[in-house]
């Protein structure tokens, strides 16, 4: 399957005045990669952070330009100054809030997209179904990962279970590769700590699933059956929904 050329020093764009120096150090290295995030504040405008990273990419410092929860009218305004490459946004069975809108424009514009979390944190692995969220773990203040949300969503990950027997992998390479077949233009990045999860995410590349196939799994995990929003309580305010940017 043709897959979408991912950035591979995409710098997000909110502190690009700041990375400056980073990137200026970094110059005479083989790395030019930026890690602000997207949604660190206070945030600068788009367009003067995009005309800073313009700079870069110009002065050679930066290769290729990408945006994190990024809304449609900021990545419009980013893409104005200079092409972006990729976005990034959460994408999976459970996050689909990018389809409407988000979607069809990084189509429009001619932009990448990197899916982030596409087995939603390890849900479709059986994080919180067959295997326990340690004490430590961040997803434990994770609204989708509280006990009483889990004990709901746990009838998802049962229904993902029997899909992916139907189609002889594992629920977390049939989530997976639900995301992959959303498009060429679609390149997610599955998180690991091991190899036999790693191995087995680049084995869900073998999947091959129809458009019917598309639509019965679609039809079964909807995430209007989730229990609980899909972000942190207290990063929820910097998704893209709210993280539009100021215009000047
Ligand atoms: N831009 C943003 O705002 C943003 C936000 C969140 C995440 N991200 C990025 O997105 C990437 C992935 O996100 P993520 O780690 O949150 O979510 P994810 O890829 O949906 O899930 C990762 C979890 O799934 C488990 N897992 C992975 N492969 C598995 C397999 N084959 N079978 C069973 N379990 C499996 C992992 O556990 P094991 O370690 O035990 O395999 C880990 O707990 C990361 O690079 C992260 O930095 C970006």
Redesign the pocket.
């Known amino acids: 399957m043709p897959r979408a050329r991912a950035p591979s020093a995409a710098a ?1 764009s909110t502190c690009a005045p700041a990375a400056r120096p980073a990137c200026t150090a970094s110059a005479s290295t083989t790395s030019t990669s930026t890690t602000s ?3 660190t504040p206070p945030s600068p405008s788009r367009t003067r952070s995009i005309g800073e990273l313009k700079k870069l990419v110009e002065e050679g410092k930066v290769k290729y330009i990408g945006l ?2 990024a809304s449609p009218d900021t990545i419009r305004r980013a893409h104005a100054v200079h092409p972006i490459s990729a976005v ?3 994408w ?1 069975l459970w996050a689909r809030d990018i389809e409407p809108e988000i979607v069809p424009l990084c189509r429009e514009l001619g932009i990448g997209i990197v ?13 919180g179904v067959t ?1 326990q969220v340690s004490a430590e ?1 961040s ?1 434990k203040g994770h609204p989708r990962f509280s006990a009483e949300n889990l004990e709901k969503n746990k009838q998802l990950y049962l229904k993902m279970e029997e899909l992916a027997k139907k189609h002889q992998c ?4 049939l ?2 590769s639900w995301v992959l077949h959303q498009g060429d233009d679609v390149v ?7 190899i ?6 680049i084995d ?1 590349l073998k999947v091959r699933l129809t458009e019917d196939d598309l639509k019965e799994i679609s039809n079964e995990i909807r995430e209007e059956d989730v229990a609980g929003g899909r972000q942190y309580t207290s ?1 929820a305010k910097f998704t893209w929904n709210y993280a539009d940017t100021p215009k000047k």
């Open positions: 997000r995030t997207a949604s994190s929860e990034q946004m959460e999976s899916p982030y979390s596409p087995i939603a944190r390890g849900f479709f692995g059986g994080r295997q773990s997803l594992s629920p977390a390479q989530a997976l997610p990045i599955p998180g690991t700590t091991k036999k999860n790693l191995d087995s995410n869900s990063f």
